[in-house]
Each structure stands twice: as C-alpha cells, then as structure tokens.
C-alpha cells in the first residue's frame, strides 16, 4: 500500500492545478508524497471531452511528480452526499491513510466545488468511525481520520487564514496548468469560447497567486481556509 501525506480531492480535472498544485509541489520537494483524487471527469465541460481531459490529468500529474491521481467518476454536476458518494471517497481515505487533506472551496463561482469540500470534509470524517464499514478488493479497511482538512481558494476571493510561499514553484505550476490544453487559453483551438479559455483567465490566475503572494510579502501564493483552530507550538516558527 502507498501511503500518500498530503491528499488533494477536486470536483473536477484541473481544480487542484489552478488552486493548489504549487502547495502539492512545494510538499513533493520536502519529501512528502503527494496526489489528487477527483471526483469527476468534468464531462459537463463545454470544452473537450473525458477522454481528452483524462490525458491532460494524466500529463499534469507527471508534471506534478505525484504519487497517485485516481477519479471516481461520481457525476459532474450531479454528485450529491449520499452514501455511494461519501463511500467512494472513504474508501481513498482509508487506502491511502493522508495526514492532511486539501479540498476545494467553502464556496465558489461553480456549485461543485462547494459541495466536493463538503462531501469530502464529511467523508473525512466518517473515514474515522470504526462502525462505517467499507472494503478494497474484497478486505475490510480499518478507520483512518486525516489530521488535518484545509480548503483551497479558486474563483471567488475568500479571505485565507494561511498562505503558502509558492514563488518557486510558480512556472511549473502554470505548466501543470497547461497541460489541459482543451480548457484553456490556446489562440489556435476551434473550440467555444469560455470564461476559462480566454487568456484573461491565465492571466487572472498568476494574478491570484500575486494576490496571495502579497499577503505574506512573497512573489507567489496559493491561500487556504482551516475547518478548526490550528495550533502553534512556537511563535518562533513563524518570523
């Protein structure tokens, strides 16, 4: 079994690129292992198609150095927190034993991404009580409860309470953000036209991690929101 650190769930391929691969990055280089499990293919998406956006998932990943990208296929736009859903999810949880888990915002431009934090941070949850019973392939897993839950920021502006320092992991993260040519910004693509595929976008989302970055005197940051209090051990840490 591989047991991942730090674990992202998004509601949908290229969630966490946009919003907290510098973060997944930055853990990778610490020694950490690393991964993302979506919930969906994004097949709702104006642009592309699952079969295109699992091959971009797949190219991002390797960019990312993660150790494991898996999507559970729970129905964009139509997933909701019944017992199939949060099961699929415990079951990663119990599989891969994360200590932290990243997931997407309290709330955001799309309704998914509120509601992929809030099965997810459920599910997180449950992953801990002895009496939800799940398996994998056929074993009974034992409970297993992350430490830690932090929700990444996307669209909408929310206010973090803490900021990561992703200033070298910037170009790699907008590679890995790329890397999902089918979505966004390609002066070449008969593709629709959307919000996301205009090069504002791009430029909007280096614009967010200076925005980020700016909070914490850095060049770059990704912004997260805490679900319960965190401890500091020493002030010391923090100067």
């Known amino acids: 079994m591989i047991k991942i650190d730090v674990l992202a769930f998004a509601a949908h391929p290229?969630?966490?690129?946009?919003?907290?691969?510098?973060?997944?990055?930055k853990l990778k280089a610490q020694g950490k292992t690393t991964g993302i499990?979506?919930?969906t293919k994004g097949e709702l998406g104006t642009r592309g198609t699952p079969e295109i956006r699992r091959q971009e998932s797949a190219d991002a990943s390797k960019i990312l150095g993660l150790s494991v990208r898996e999507n559970l296929d729970l129905g964009d736009g139509?997933?909701?927190?019944?017992?199939?859903?949060?099961?699929?999810?415990?079951?990663?949880?119990?599989?891969?034993?994360?200590?932290i888990i990243l997931a997407n915002a309290v709330r955001d431009r799309?309704?998914?991404?509120?509601?992929g934090g809030d099965i997810v941070s459920r599910a997180s949850f449950m992953a801990g009580l002895q009496k939800v019973e799940t398996d994998l392939d056929g074993m009974p897993q034992e409970p297993w409860r992350p430490k830690l839950i932090f929700r990444y920021i996307q669209f909408r502006y929310i206010e973090p309470d803490f900021v990561?320092?992703?200033?070298?992991?910037?170009?790699?993260?907008?590679?890995?953000?790329?890397?999902?040519?089918?979505?966004?910004?390609?002066?070449?693509?008969?593709?629709?036209k959307t919000m996301i595929s205009s090069k504002k976008f791009i430029d909007y989302v280096a614009a967010r991690a200076r925005e980020m970055g700016a909070?914490?005197?850095?060049?770059?940051?990704?912004?997260?929101?805490?679900e319960r209090t965190l401890e500091v051990k020493n002030l010391m840490d923090h100067i």
Do not use: W
Not at 79 to 92: G, M, N, P, V, Y
Not at 215 to 226: A, L, M, N, R, S
């Open 215 to 226: 909070q914490i005197e850095k060049e770059f940051g990704e912004g997260f929101t805490v």
């Open 14 to 25: 290229d969630d966490a690129e946009l919003s907290c691969s510098g973060t997944l990055l």
């Open 78 to 99: 139509y997933f909701e927190q019944d017992r199939e859903a949060l099961h699929s999810i415990i079951r990663k949880i119990r599989q891969y034993q994360p200590e």
């Open 164 to 192: 990561i320092d992703i200033t070298a992991q910037m170009d790699v993260k907008m590679e890995a953000i790329k890397a999902y040519k089918s979505q966004f910004f390609d002066p070449n693509s008969d593709e629709p």
């Open 37 to 39: 499990i979506d919930l």
């Open 110 to 115: 799309h309704p998914d991404h509120g509601r």
